[in-house]
């Protein structure tokens, strides 16, 4: 206990360090991150500790720093009970590391910053604030000496469609900035009824689709990412003054099988399935590569239209969906 109070006053005194340190060294945000208040310092010692093999320092150390990422990115959410995660990587590609550290709140708040060292302090760099609530966070190797930052941001949503979801996102610093080279639900369970959408419909009738997947990741020879896994629709018959039906009341109408395995491409700089090369009536052609097959979507189990699409990307970076007979 004496040792836990020691700490925590250490840690305060690294929090006045922290301000203390605020007008003396000021930094600049990439562009697209946003610029408010100076930006929060940290000196390297209250960061180093996060190395720490003792699990008590890691743990102050981290909320101490959550806490200040939080009262700078959302100062009136300061004192809410933050779950911060961490993870140490080469995100910039120059060798040495960067911290990125999230933090949730649920059920739909979720933040993600990167804290780079800077004239022998830690600042605050860059960050997102329109995440939904992060797990653990954790890295990937790149050829290079790049990592890729993974994140897993859960939500559970109950007005209107009944709606849990878990997404996988691959993070790539380019352009000054953190983008999504390749996102994926892990885990989705999605329940409506069907008037919902469509008023007219002769009866009511509730749904249900579910997908559980798997993902594997490999470095070598080529980044891959490898998905495999089962989706499935169930219906149940409605009941008036039934909120939700009961899970046992959901039969069985489709079950499949999905497998995908995308490749990391250099020239598109994410994860695509493969190029081709569109020609749109009426248009030149041009080179894109195809980043989902719409056909093995969940929602193609119920919406028909989609497996003839596949949502590609091309050279301007634009993403956008096109028939499946456009595309050599």
Not at 58 to 78: F, G, H, K
Request: glycine share 4%; with cysteine; net charge negative.
């Amino acid at each position: 206990m004496r040792n836990k109070l020691l700490s925590q006053l250490f840690f305060f005194c690294l929090l006045l360090l922290t301000w203390w340190n605020i007008n003396d060294l000021r930094a600049t945000l990439p562009t697209g991150a946003k610029i408010g208040a100076p930006l929060p310092v940290f000196p390297g010692i209250q960061i180093d500790f996060l190395r720490s093999q003792d699990p008590v320092i890691v743990e102050d150390a981290l909320n101490q720093t959550a806490r200040v990422l939080a009262r700078y990115i959302s100062p009136a959410l300061t004192n809410e009970a933050w779950q911060p995660s961490f993870v140490f990587l080469d995100l910039f590609g120059d060798e040495k590391e960067e911290l990125a550290i999230s933090l949730a709140l649920p059920p739909d708040r979720g933040y993600l910053a990167i804290i780079a060292r800077q004239n022998g302090q830690y600042t605050l760099y860059y960050y997102l604030d329109n995440l939904l609530p992060l797990g653990n966070i954790s890295k990937l190797d790149l050829p290079g000496h790049k990592n890729l930052l993974v994140t897993r941001e859960e939500h559970d949503e109950q007005m209107g469609i009944y709606s849990e979801t878990k997404t996988l996102k691959l993070w790539k610093w380019r352009e000054n900035a953190l983008q999504a080279v390749w996102s994926e639900h892990s885990y989705w369970e999605m329940s409506w009824l069907n008037t919902w959408q469509d008023s007219q419909a002769d009866s009511q009738l509730w749904s249900k689709l579910v997908q559980d997947l798997s993902v594997t990741y490999e470095a070598a020879p080529d980044p891959m990412i490898k998905i495999e896994g089962e989706q499935y629709l169930h219906q149940a018959p409605f009941k008036e003054f039934e909120i939700l039906p009961p899970p046992y009341e959901f039969e069985l109408q489709i079950q499949r099988k999905v497998e995908a395995v995308y490749i990391w491409n250099e020239e598109w700089q994410c994860f695509v399935l493969e190029s081709k090369t569109l020609q749109l009536p009426g248009q030149e052609a041009q080179k894109v590569a195809l980043i989902k097959d719409l056909g093995f979507q969940l929602e193609s189990l119920v919406k028909q239209e989609l497996k003839s699409l596949y949502q590609v990307i091309n050279k301007k970076g634009e993403i956008f969906e096109v028939e499946k007979q456009y595309l050599r």
